[in-house]
């Protein structure tokens, strides 16, 4: 789950890590006013789940009320475009308006989890302001972490360990200290899966503060914190994706046009490679998952189907705990109650798989075509879109 900018500076401000004064709001008379609660020159920036704002101009210094309503009114009135989003891009209903800083040096804070270490990670880096996946492929040297035990806080020597990373000294040092443990105590109490700070910055006047931040949490641990299943804003969603969730299944958009319908995480994986291989784009990741019922299938095959940009759909089960036959069925309810508008390749195997075959033949949908194998069915279905 992600929240906005606001939302993870409030969370920040509460661990004790300094951020400058800020407003939300949600039109350009509602910025305007803002600007007045501030001191001086202020930055708006658009509060959405994507990045590259400020090269797709939705983050703007402004030095006045004006400045800040024409600000406002760019960015409530257009879809902010960048790398992240796609050509289609995200609709603003929020923007954060802040107070400006005078910048001498730029740093990156963050936190996340090492997969291969299975344990909690921090890292921090002289080259802050730029996206760390870059600094990561051009100088990876320029990342320093530490790993923090499963079942322990951030430790004081590695504090700092990380604060002489980042070259500050004295007072500075102090105030980094408090930021990283901070930052720390909000990953661990929240069960996030990422938070970063980017950039952390040292003022001309001498002042340590968090400008950007960036905080995801575990969708498995929500439940234990109502308090950030709150924040959640549904607007920003995929609205199939939510859809999916609710129904049970994981679903996740792509840019392609052939809908996939499997059953298992890899072998959806692996359904899509082979789409790719055949040159074709898969349009979604979809697991409908082992528990699955006919009702939740069903509802599968209705996500893809409103999807306008799908033009075929390829199903791929091999039967085990989710039978062949189960799938059969909902396939068969699927096509009388929603239809087909687009072709359906069909590849069985597994629990039931004969009897699948059967109801499927004496069915006689129109558009589905049925595969011997995987490879089969990815031909057929890169074929026909």
């Known amino acids: ?28 008379g509602e910025a305007a006013s803002a600007f007045g609660k501030l001191s001086g020159r202020v930055v708006v920036k658009a509060q959405v789940f994507a990045g590259g704002r400020g090269k797709a101009g939705f983050v703007r210094v402004c030095e006045n009320a004006d400045q800040v309503r024409q600000a406002a009114e760019f960015m409530l009135a257009r ?21 400006a800083v005078d910048i001498a040096r730029e740093f990156y804070v963050g936190m996340t989890i090492d997969r291969g270490r299975n344990c909690p990670v921090m890292m921090v880096s002289l ?12 100088n990876p040297d320029a990342i320093v972490k530490e790993w923090l035990h499963p079942h322990l806080v951030l430790q004081t ?3 700092r360990k990380l604060t002489a990373a980042l070259g500050l000294a004295g007072r500075h040092a102090g105030a980094a200290e408090k930021v990283l443990d901070g930052l720390a105590g909000v990953f661990l109490k929240y069960d996030a899966s990422l938070a970063e700070i980017n950039p952390l910055v040292l003022t001309t ?36 994706e939510l859809r999916a969730k609710k129904a049970g299944l994981t679903y996740i958009a792509l840019d392609g046009n052939i809908g996939c319908v499997v059953n298992g995480a ?22 409908v998952g082992g528990s699955v019922t006919k009702e939740g299938a069903i509802e599968a095959f209705r996500i893809l189907l409103a999807e306008p940009r799908v033009k075929g759909v390829l199903v791929n089960i091999f039967g085990g705990i989710a039978k062949c036959d189960l799938i059969a069925e909902a396939l068969i309810a699927a096509a009388r109650e929603v239809g087909f508008r ?16 059967k109801l499927i033949a004496e069915a006689s949908i129109p558009g589905l075509v049925t595969a011997d194998d995987l490879t089969d069915a990815a031909r057929k279905v890169c074929a026909v879109v």
């Not at 960048?82 to 802040?98: A, D, E, F, M, N």
């Not at 072998?267 to 979604?284: F, S």
């Open 157 to 159: 020597f590695q504090v």
């Open 127 to 138: 080259q802050g302001g730029v996206e760390i996946e870059q600094v990561a492929a051009r």
């Open 79 to 99: 879809r902010m475009v960048s790398q992240q989003t796609g050509p289609q891009g995200v609709v603003v209903k929020r923007l954060l308006i802040t107070e």
């Open 342 to 357: 687009v072709p359906v390749v069909v590849r069985l195997e597994g629990t039931n798989v004969e009897r699948a075959r």
């Open 205 to 240: 006047d001498g002042k340590l503060l968090a400008i950007d931040v960036k905080i995801n949490f575990d969708d498995n641990a929500l439940y234990r914190h109502p308090e950030v299943q709150a924040m959640a804003d549904p607007s920003e969603e995929n609205p199939n």
């Open 1 to 28: 789950m992600k929240i906005h900018e606001y939302q993870a500076r409030r969370l920040l401000t509460e661990a004790g890590v300094p951020v400058p004064p800020g407003e939300v709001a949600e039109s350009a």
């Open 266 to 287: 890899g072998l959806a994986m692996a359904t899509m490679d082979l789409v790719k291989l055949h040159g074709g784009e898969p349009a979604n990741f979809l697991d």
